[in-house]
């Protein structure tokens, strides 16, 4: 979706204090490389302390600084596939789905909803991906602009 875009389609946010494409990106490489797997290690180890560590979700702001979408893009794919093969080295039925975690704010969650939030905070992602992509034909698309609600989200 945002491979060989131009530099102003990714970059371009909804404001302040709101992210780019290239910032989401950013996000679901920290994601990919700090919380979803490692708090399904967690849970699925049941030891001592199944407390996850906090996930602070403005980190990859200051660490992506200099970096291109494309350098981004190729990251993300080598860590998602590597997270989804061990996904399916888990082994996980319907007693692991049920085993828990601590959540930071939270408190207990088990790794059925652990991955279930995974799904949906990516598809919420790439929503957001695109809202802030159609934002930037807001005024092009003139009168039709009244059948696109997306434009106002």
Do not use: C
């Not at 860590?79 to 082994?91: F, I, N, P, V, Y």
């Amino acid at each position: 979706m945002l491979a060989g875009l131009p530099t102003e389609w990714t970059s371009s946010n909804e404001g302040p204090d709101t992210w780019s494409p290239f910032d989401v990106v950013g996000h679901l490489i920290d994601a990919e490389e700090t919380d979803w797997i490692v708090r399904a290690r967690i849970i699925l180890a049941q030891g001592h302390d199944r407390r996850f560590q906090p996930f602070d979700r403005s980190r990859h702001l200051q660490m992506n600084q200099g970096r291109t979408v494309a350098q981004l893009l190729a990251r993300f794919e080598v860590l998602r596939k590597a997270s989804l093969g061990e996904l399916r080295t888990m082994q996980i039925g319907p007693v692991e789905l049920d085993l828990m975690g601590e959540h930071p704010d939270f408190g207990p969650v088990t790794l059925r909803q652990l991955l279930a939030t995974w799904v949906v905070h990516d598809l919420g992602h790439v929503a957001q991906i695109s809202r802030v992509m159609a934002k930037q034909y807001r005024t092009g698309v003139g009168p039709w602009e009244a059948y696109l609600p997306v434009l106002h989200r």
